[in-house]
């Protein structure tokens, strides 16, 4: 019972996240910058990135020899379902670009750890949590809204 | 004709107008898709005027695309829009998928209109340029839902492969239908010149054997007088030979006339009669030949059976059938039963005999074959062919050692 408690009330936090801070990404997935980066994880974060959805699984990643860390944008939390954990090994293959012209920043199509591949989007960037190659994984969902 | 050649005959028809169907279909469909297609176009280009014209208005009253989009939001079928600057940089962009906007340097070369498959099906896309009044120019590049033209198009599709699949479920059911109708007519045909052949082979048989009975018949007539005079003018003691003489004369002159009347059509004379009564008649006529072979007649009749057909011919089956049960049996019982089921009247005649092989079985109706060493193998043959001109049928069952059973079924009664 304290356990539903608990799910129920995070839930509701999320939707209060999502629905009051509406869309911080001013960044579309952009095929002509797509690149790999093998680094570490640092920090795993959840952050509202588009209007009127979920907020998204957001990690730091370090990147093997520079050193230079990356805001990865992974996918709405409900869709993964599998575990991370700081200090892990991690392969992103994603669109970059600079938030607020300074932060490097990915938005993953692919994300590769312990041996395992994970399909995030397709290869125009079109979300599998909306239904495409993960279809099985994915849960359905209706059209989404227009979100900046 | 081969039977393969049947198939062919009946395949190959619908399979070539299955062929026309499914290419006519094809084409038909691809000249409407392509139809719908160039609609589509030319209204999804009016659409991305219609939005221009509201866009430069905005922005002439200083709105930011945020704001422009947030007045665009509502449409459902534009999936993803983005406004960019002369130098293609973009201002703002909204998609209804995140982070969704599949805009590349390549897209963005030239004015154009395209379609791009995704997940979420196909999506028009056009990119397009227009200018303010102060001649800023701006692009407008949108991502166009197609999925109600999709749905047509699957419905479409959807109902000529049902159609499709009831016409060759149809075709098959017919043709296979018309290719057994075909095989049977023909089988049908076949028997039908056999029995042609067959009554024609009888018939010739019938008028060579009717002139040589008559011709036998005649000589024997003249010796069977001769003997007659013999008989008179004989010395004593050879009274004896000139009596098996004579008989011996009788007995071919019998089995002549059996010939005759068995190659004779039968001429049907129709009265109504009890059929009782021939079965009375029978009993009576065989009753002291049965109790000399010690064999006992057993009558279970049918009561108030009128029959309408030729009593003397049917008489003569039943004394047929009973004579050889009789013939057959060696102490024992002959049954004769009659019923009516129907329109239709059984005489079964059932002996407790030896019965019969099934080699005699399979013979029995043939002309001149018999069972027994006596015979001339008439009786049966006769006996069937009054049958058949009665328009009944007539089957044994017999098994070896326990008995034979003939039944007559005739329309009637």
């Not at chain 1, 990643?61 to 409900?78: D, F, H, K, M, R």
């Not at chain 1, 892990?88 to 669109?95: A, Q, R, Y």
């Not at chain 2, 909204?94 to 805009?103: I, K, N, T």
Request: aromatic residues 10%.
């Amino acid at each position: 019972m304290k356990r539903r408690l608990f799910l129920l009330a995070y839930l509701l936090g999320c939707l209060i996240i999502s629905v009051s801070f509406g869309q911080k990404s001013r960044h579309f997935y952009n095929v002509d910058s797509e690149k790999k980066i093998e680094g570490r994880i640092q920090d795993i974060k959840m952050e509202p990135r588009y209007k009127s959805t979920a907020p998204f699984l957001v990690i730091k990643l370090a990147e093997n020899g520079t050193q230079t860390v990356y805001n990865v944008e992974i996918s709405p939390i409900w869709f993964f379902d599998q575990d991370f954990h700081k200090g892990e090994d991690l392969t992103v293959i994603g669109s970059y670009y600079l938030t607020d012209g300074k932060t490097p920043s990915i938005i993953a199509r692919e994300i590769r750890y312990r041996g395992r591949t994970l399909a995030l989007r397709d290869k125009h960037g079109f979300p599998n949590w909306r239904g495409g190659q993960m279809k099985g994984k994915a849960r359905k969902r209706g059209k989404g809204k227009m979100g900046l | 004709m081969k039977r393969q050649n049947y198939l062919l005959f009946f395949y190959i028809p619908l399979l070539g107008f299955m062929i026309i169907f499914f290419a006519f279909s094809s084409l038909n469909r691809s000249y409407i898709k392509g139809k719908v297609e160039k609609l589509v176009d030319e209204q999804l280009q009016a659409t991305a005027g219609i939005l221009k014209v509201n866009f430069s208005h905005l922005l002439k009253e200083n709105y930011t695309p945020e704001h422009i989009f947030a007045q665009f939001s509502a449409e459902e079928d534009i999936y993803y829009m983005a406004l960019l600057d002369e130098n293609k940089q973009i201002l703002g962009w909204r998609s209804q998928f995140e982070g969704y906007l599949p805009l590349s340097e390549e897209s963005l070369k030239t004015e154009r209109t395209w379609i791009i498959d995704s997940p979420a099906g196909k999506i028009f896309n056009s990119f397009s340029s227009f200018s303010l009044a102060n001649s800023r120019v701006y692009y407008l590049y949108l991502g166009y839902s197609l999925a109600e033209l999709e749905e047509m198009m699957l419905r479409s599709r959807k109902n000529f492969h049902l159609i499709f699949g009831i016409i060759v479920a149809v075709g098959i059911f017919f043709s296979v239908g018309l290719y057994r109708l075909q095989v049977h007519y023909l089988n049908k045909k076949r028997e039908w010149e056999e029995e042609k052949r067959e009554k024609q082979r009888y018939r010739d048989m019938s008028a060579l054997t009717s002139g040589v009975a008559h011709e036998i018949k005649n000589p024997l007539n003249s010796l069977a007088l001769l003997f007659e005079l013999l008989s008179k003018k004989a010395p004593s003691g050879t009274e004896e030979d000139i009596a098996s003489g004579k008989e011996q004369i009788r007995r071919i002159s019998r089995i002549i006339d059996q010939f005759s009347s068995s190659l004779r059509p039968v001429e049907l004379r129709k009265e109504k009669f009890l059929l009782e009564d021939i079965v009375s008649d029978v009993h009576a006529s065989l009753a002291r030949e049965a109790t000399k072979k010690g064999v006992q007649i057993q009558c279970a009749s049918y009561p108030d059976i009128v029959l309408l057909a030729d009593k003397g011919l049917l008489r003569q089956v039943l004394h047929n059938l009973v004579k050889n049960a009789l013939e057959a049996s060696d102490g024992g019982t002959v049954f004769i039963r009659t019923g009516r089921e129907k329109k239709r009247v059984s005489i079964s005649v059932q002996d407790t005999g030896k019965g019969m092989t099934k080699g005699e079985k399979k013979r029995a109706f043939e002309p001149f074959f018999s069972g027994k060493k006596s015979g001339m193998g008439i009786g049966l043959y006769l006996v069937q062919k009054i049958v058949q001109a009665h328009e009944g049928q007539i089957h044994c069952v017999s098994e070896e050692g326990k008995g034979t059973t003939f039944i007559i079924e005739i329309p009637g009664g």
